[in-house]
């Protein structure tokens, strides 16, 4: 699994160093006293150590695509775990099997070594670049998470650089270690707690029985156009009245019909052209894929079409509406993480489908146009949620939000600097008033529960605010606990950022 790397450290004026200390969203760069590529274990206890004696403040960068970089660090120490990325049958601490990935793999890794070489695979995203050291903490869910649960759900054991009393070791907390341990208590807070909290995590261990990928996959991908949309407001409406009141009937923890099925709407603004769904369905029979399309399109007027070009990110290059695809082959046509451009997001948890005041508002947002903003690439993704990754309690995991059937993504992108302003106002905007009634936020236990953590948005405060909402939207009734973790193993608040765990102070 190892390989020979001592690790090595990129200094300003190094030809890597531009590169590794700026994200995958062109937005964030930073200016740090130097990165390391981080070799191994002892590697990562030294590095640390040597950043604290120098009174430098680390960060840890796996795939590099923190949406608000939280990995920034001018004048600090970016811990670069990208040589990491061994995915390898392991044991956990006890001595028990397991699938060991690194914190610096990525999502394409994890899939394409599972697959080869065990025959299994992760419940984990579709975006092939993604690190693995910050999708999983912070929950991870993808495709097959209506049928297999969030990732975290198989996760048995984390292997973390810890800071206790000013010095670095590697702690390796297990499922099943003692009830209330601290051990047991950091385990728990990387199934969910987000990145950048608590150590460097250096490997995720998981469970053996985590689910064999099905053989072969229906992908469908059609579209409205906007063209015809914009004069049928009546026919945006239903597409979505109708969306919603499928995901809400099937997506209860006990479904057994459509818990195969993953769709995502796709609202891009009109002047895109087109609005798209996309669906993967894993049975072998396509009927309850077309009777699913069938019922989203009930009752409209315009029609759908095949969608057989690039719309944010997702190319299905196949002109039939549907076609069977091997998993793995599948899997890799629906990789994308896009172009390297200027992005923000913002999310949230849906426990109902939408009102007609929602619908409303994306509607006037979604024709509404910005003089000198490009907004083509300006979506509102709703992806399905809920079967399996409903059934585990809230405290079970530290991910919270266990009862939703749409989970939302606001985006927008561009690549010219001078329009950041319009691009933030213009999602700010949008993002308000569609949860205006709550204050201008997806509140929790309501209509909505909250944000999710791997969406991090810093709209929704800072840890140098009074009374953020981050951390309610975020981790709802589980922050306590998080902030008690917080405190034993990093009480100096050694690992920080802009929203930050904070510890519990006696």
Known sequence: MRHEFSGRTVLPGDPRYRTLSQGFNQRWHSSPAYIRLVADDADAVAELNRALDRGLRPTVRG?????????????GVILDLSTMRGVAAAVDKFGRPTYCVEGGATNWDVYTTLFREYAVTLPAGSCYSVGAGGHIC??????????????????????????????????????????GSPEQDLFWAHTGGGGGNFGVVLRYHFATDVPEPPPRVWISSVAWPW???????????????????????????????????????KLTHHSNGNVVLFSQWDGDDPAPLDEFVAAVERGMATRSVVQTHSVAGLFLPYPERRRQLPWFQATMTLNPSGDNQRGKYKSAYHREPFDRAR?????????????????????????????????RRPDETAVPQRDSIMKLQYQTYWTDPTEDA????????????????????????????????????????????????????????????????KAYWDGEEVFHHAQSIRPLRA
């Open 63 to 75: 795939g590099g695509h923190c949406y608000e970089g939280f990995v920034d660090n001018d004048g």
């Open 138 to 179: 912070g929950g991870g869910f993808g495709l097959l998470s209506r049928r297999h649960g969030l990732t975290v759900d198989h996760l048995v054991q984390v292997d973390v650089v810890t800071v206790r009393g000013g010095r670095a070791a590697v702690t390796r907390a297990n499922r099943e270690d003692a009830s």
């Open 227 to 265: 063209g015809e949309l914009v004069d049928r407001p009546g026919d945006f409406e239903t597409l979505l009245a109708n969306f919603g009141a499928f995901l809400a009937e099937h997506s209860g923890r006990r479904e057994r019909v459509y818990d195969g099925l993953f769709a995502i709407l």
């Open 359 to 391: 619908i409303a508002t994306l509607w006037d947002w979604l024709t509404r146009d910005v003089d000198g903003v490009d907004l083509s690439r300006t979506l509102v993704q709703i992806d399905s949620y809920g079967c399996r990754i409903n059934a």
């Open 422 to 485: 319009g691009h933030l106002a213009y999602l700010s905007g949008l993002y308000q008033e569609m949860y205006r009634e709550t204050g201008g936020v997806p509140e929790v236990d309501t209509a909505t529960d909250g944000a999710y953590v791997n969406y991090p948005d810093v709209d929704l405060g800072t840890v140098d605010q009074p009374d953020p909402a981050y951390p309610r939207l975020y981790y709802k009734e589980n922050y306590p606990r998080l902030q008690r973790t």
